[in-house]
């Protein structure tokens, strides 16, 4: 199938299979800080105020969501509580925003992160 029959949604699907979670994330984050960057050049050539800052709205809802992406896919080389040297392959346990602990300091905190409350897991790199 050449790409010009694939839908737009079949094209970005393609870009995702077969990548693990942390891979979706990353693509995904640069495809929200694309976007961000074609709504504020749509609103640079707005006339109407208010589709203007609709626009524009949309581009800082995109430019958060790449943030937030961001932070939950950056590798983390320090225990957030005790400071020991967490560089991989070093084991360590991660919430889903990558708040990161030693294995001791999170059997100590019962692998419940204390910046969200979620699970602490094993880091997957």
């Known amino acids: 199938m050449a790409d010009e029959d694939l839908s737009p949604d079949q094209v970005i699907a393609s870009l995702l299979e077969g990548k693990s979670r942390r891979e979706i994330m990353v693509i995904l984050a ?3 800080r694309g976007g961000a960057g074609i709504y504020q050049s749509l609103a640079a050539n707005e006339r109407n105020a208010k589709a203007r800052a609709a626009l524009l709205a949309g581009a800082e809802r995109e430019e958060q969501n790449s943030a937030l992406l ?7 080389d320090r225990c957030e509580k005790c400071g020991k040297a967490l ?10 925003f990558q708040c990161t602990f030693c294995p001791d300091c999170a059997d100590e905190m019962k692998h419940v992160c204390p910046n969200c409350s979620g699970e602490l897991t094993a880091r997957g790199i």
């Open 30 to 32: 640069r495809l929200e």
């Open 70 to 76: 961001k932070t939950m896919t950056a590798v983390k």
């Open 87 to 96: 560089a991989p392959p070093t084991p360590a346990q991660c919430c889903s």
